[in-house]
């Protein structure tokens, strides 16, 4: 039997000289159900059969059949160390659909998983998985299912690396739950931690074995789903919980649950996080960045009544500080959930003007496409605000 590691010595003092893995070989062309590539461990008992899905959002247009071949390489040297052998057969090119940019739950069952074989759909944006909303970097939305949602990866605003947020979903999709809580990671070391950051890539042994199923429908012990979260009833956050928890819970959203009984005093005081940190004076340090923003505007607008809905539609127009798309896409979608909740005439007949690029244009700074894509977020969210949940 060879020694695996002694090959990976080999390798690593090769990259040194010649620049790491070597590439795939890779198929951009292969048709359905043939394979685009071989990647991974050959020392792996099995080979597990991926299939891959995207957006046709510009954004993704980079998820290429030969990235994606690499990632999932990238996946299986880093898992080798964690006692994982993992080898992919990507079977035919990368899918494109419409309709699958921006996930939430309701899209999410679109898709369905397939015994026997990983499906991986690359997204522009996860706004929704389970009970979490805001800005959330991967959904599997049934634990222990193969079938996991990766948002595109923002070298900027995501910390951890795509490799990490990959295998974190694949951890779900073999029914493994989060060993920590949002906003209390206590072992940010380990990749199925709630937040995961560049040095979370620890798997620990239990976790290990259970990647062997890695493809297969295995049935999860009894847990919140997408969230990864043993079943009980979900400790309420008190208003003073409310700021640390948005600022903690970064890459994986913010559940909803603990949250849904606070009032608008309380998400209002969210709004501090919204403050560009040079105009509010505030120092780089202090700026928590857009992934922050975003989860505070997602729950004042989820989740709000009036008063912080008239703020979420305040900020939403505003043309102060920089202008990020992303943000604004976010927030209107999550208005619209946030109708089911408390419907305010205001914020339908906001949604409604909305719906015009117009509107949106009336910033001259702001771009054709951009303004037709907040249009067709706000029609998106207006559905979504008169459909019944
Ligand atoms: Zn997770």
Redesign the pocket.
């Known amino acids: 039997m060879g020694n695996p590691f002694q090959r990976i010595a080999l390798c690593c003092a090769v990259a040194l000289l010649a620049g790491c893995h070597s590439n795939p070989k890779v198929d951009e062309a292969a048709a359905p159900g043939t394979v685009a590539c071989r990647v991974g461990d050959e020392s792996a008992l099995r080979a597990i059969q991926v299939e891959v899905w995207r957006g046709r959002e510009e954004g993704l247009s980079a998820y290429d059949t030969t990235r994606v071949c690499q990632q999932l390489q990238e996946v299986s040297r880093q898992l080798l160390p964690q006692g994982v052998r993992l080898r992919f057969e990507v079977m035919g090119a990368v899918q494109t659909h419409t309709g699958l940019g921006r996930a939430n739950n309701a899209t999410m069952q679109s898709i369905t998983a397939s015994d026997g074989r990983l499906r991986l759909v690359i997204v522009d944006a996860v706004a929704q998985c389970g009970d979490a909303a805001g800005y959330i970097l991967?959904c599997?939305p049934q634990l222990g299912r193969p079938l996991i949602y990766a948002k595109r990866h923002d070298p900027f605003n995501d910390r951890a690396p795509e490799w990490v947020i990959w295998a974190?979903?694949m951890g779900?999709a073999v029914a493994l739950y989060?060993p920590d809580a949002p906003g209390m990671s206590t072992v940010p070391e380990r990749i199925?931690t709630?937040m995961p950051l560049p040095q979370s890539r620890v798997l620990v042994s239990h976790e290990s074995a259970n990647f062997a199923q890695l493809g297969s429908v295995i049935s999860p012990p009894r847990m919140q789903a997408a969230?990864?979260q043993p079943p009980g009833p979900a400790a309420r956050i008190a208003p003073e919980q409310l700021l640390p928890l948005v600022q903690g819970a970064g890459p994986?959203g913010v559940p909803l649950g603990p949250l849904v009984h606070l009032g608008d005093a309380a998400l209002l005081s969210l709004g501090v996080l919204l403050e560009d940190s040079a105009s509010a004076g505030g120092t780089a340090s202090s700026d928590p960045g857009w992934p922050v923003r975003i989860n505070a505007l997602v729950l004042m607008a989820e989740l709000g009544g009036d008063g912080a809905q008239a703020h979420v539609r305040q900020y939403l127009t505003r043309q102060v500080g920089p202008d990020n798309l992303d943000i604004r896409l976010y927030g209107l979608s999550a208005l619209g959930r946030g109708q089911r909740r408390h419907p305010t005439q205001a914020s339908l007949a906001f949604l409604q003007q909305a719906t015009e690029a117009g509107f949106w244009c009336a910033d001259a700074r702001r771009s054709a496409g951009d303004c037709a894509a907040l249009a067709d977020a706000a029609s998106e969210a207006l559905r979504d605000a008169q459909s019944r949940p």
């Open positions: 991967g599997t974190h979903e779900h989060h199925m709630y969230l990864g994986h």
